[in-house]
């Protein structure tokens, strides 16, 4: 599975960025796959995910009600969004595409990791 993430960038507190992944290669329809985010100094964690058998989400905490996961399948390849408004300095991390068979989400379960994509909440 090749995932590839896109939409990082320097945005203003309050402001909105829209992330990209781009997965193609699965072997197996049931998957689960979405962002994890590292912040400096910090443990990473996992923001959203959707799970493809039935579009079920998970949103962490910090980020529910204002980040959106939705995704895109077209044959083979899947594309997952998520849309990040009201964004705050904390939310300034390396944010990750990932995704694992069955319905890990946890960093060690994950199957497959994208390379990171910077998002800067700064004024």
């Known amino acids: 599975v090749q995932l590839q993430a896109f939409g990082g960038g320097l945005v203003q507190p309050g402001g909105s960025l829209r992330l990209s992944c781009s997965a193609s290669?699965?072997?197996?329809?049931?998957?689960?796959i979405g962002w994890f985010r590292q912040a400096p100094g910090k443990e990473r964690e996992g923001v959203s995910s959707i799970r493809s058998t039935d579009g079920g989400t998970y949103y962490a905490d910090p980020v529910k009600g204002r980040f959106t996961i939705s995704r895109d399948s077209a044959k083979n390849t899947v594309t997952v969004y998520l849309q990040m408004n009201s964004l705050k300095p904390d939310d300034t991390a390396v944010y990750y595409c990932a995704a694992s068979y069955g319905d890990s989400w946890y960093v060690d379960g994950m199957d497959y990791w994208g390379k990171g994509t910077e998002v800067t909440v700064s004024s």
């Open positions: 290669g699965f072997i197996s329809d049931y998957y689960r």
